[in-house]
């Protein structure tokens, strides 16, 4: 008889749950979030499991990797639709998770979740760590912003690097004011240089990623774009086509349909953000700042001019994630495609 397990991992403890092929509860126990507590526990039941899930978390590619290469049959599921189920619970404990989960891999009602390589899990944990220092700095920035403006003075819009000049240049030698930003200008110091370091970090990594390279052949594509598309789909051939990628990134819109209603809403911005942010900057760089012509560029523009910037903003970073997916499926380079005659004629 088969049996299927449920794990509901914590940070410190991990509650399982072993139910057979007709429901009935086999075993519940609790053990350490570690791999080898997790690998002897399964082991130890002695029973042939068919399959064990995981809710998608953040231990969950750490714990999946080594049960899978322990030979345990570990799935990761989808978050939404687990909670969908565990919401059926008229109360929430950990033992009652664990419960709903084995539950719901024995009668199949989940969505498989991909694990990425954990190649690609660092290449995003390093454009994670430089987005948090460009915000961080952003929120320091602006804070010295508003400390100037409190003795009349406007800063303007200096570039990052000048950022601390203009500062120093504008406050003199102001007595109540030099005290309270002269630190924080020490912080953006730092901080600024460690955004160099992770910056050079990322290039050095692009440098060495020939489908990198191919990517950043798209204008409007750079290092951060082309390595935040590299980490997110990890494999491009668990996608059967490449319209799905946009969806999967949160490009499409969503839709709520019941008898007579059907609406379709904004963008749905399910899938991860981080690659989303960057197909967004990569659009309205090839829509501002481009300046070879393409036939991605044209259609952008007509979208733009039929609908509004926002709109072809959106619809461009949709149609860059349909063009890299196939890029790099197809090994092939970016075509820019044939210039019409009056366009020719016009330059």
């Known amino acids: 008889m088969a049996h299927f397990a449920g794990l509901d991992v914590s940070l410190e403890e991990t509650t399982i749950c072993v139910v057979d092929e007709t429901g009935r509860l086999i075993k519940e126990l609790r053990t350490a979030s570690e791999p080898p507590a997790l690998i002897t526990a399964l082991t130890g039941l002695g029973l042939p499991l068919e399959r064990i899930g995981l809710e998608a978390c953040s231990l969950t590619a750490w714990l999946h990797d080594e049960l899978r290469a322990a030979g345990l049959p570990a799935v990761c599921i989808e978050t939404r639709l687990a909670n969908a189920a565990m919401k059926t619970m008229p109360n929430k404990t950990d033992r009652n998770d664990a419960r709903a989960l084995a ?16 190649q690609s899990r660092l290449w995003r944990s390093l454009l994670v760590a430089r987005r948090t220092v460009l915000n961080e700095m952003r929120a320091i920035e602006n804070v010295v912003r508003a400390i100037l403006r409190e003795g009349g003075i406007k800063l303007g819009t200096p570039a990052r690097a000048a950022f601390a000049g ?9 007595p109540l004011i030099l005290p309270l930003v002269t630190p924080l200008l020490a912080i953006l110091a730092t ?15 692009v440098r060495g990623e020939a489908v990198c390279r191919r990517l950043m052949s798209v204008p409007g594509v750079g290092p951060i774009t082309a390595l935040a598309f590299r980490a997110t789909i990890d494999q491009p051939e668990r996608f059967r086509q490449s319209r799905n990628v946009g969806a999967h990134l949160g490009l499409t819109p969503s839709r709520y349909q019941s008898g007579e209603t059907d609406i379709q809403g904004k963008v749905s911005r399910c899938g991860d953000e981080l690659a989303r942010t960057a197909l967004y900057e990569a659009a309205h760089s090839l ?61």
């Open 103 to 118: 539950q719901i891999m024995r009668t199949g009602w989940y969505r498989q979740v991909h694990v990425k390589s954990r």
């Open 166 to 174: 203009r500062v120093r240049e504008m406050a003199g030698d102001d």
């Open 191 to 205: 901080m600024l240089e460690q955004l160099d370091r992770l910056t050079r970090q990322v290039l050095a990594i």
């Open 287 to 347: 829509l501002t700042r481009s300046r070879k012509w393409s036939s991605l560029r044209a259609w952008g523009m007509q979208v733009a001019k039929h609908r509004g910037m926002a709109r072809a903003r959106v619809a461009v970073a949709r149609k860059l994630a349909v063009i890299l997916h196939r890029m790099w499926s197809d090994g092939t380079e970016f075509r820019f495609g044939k210039e019409p005659a009056a366009a020719v004629a016009a330059a």
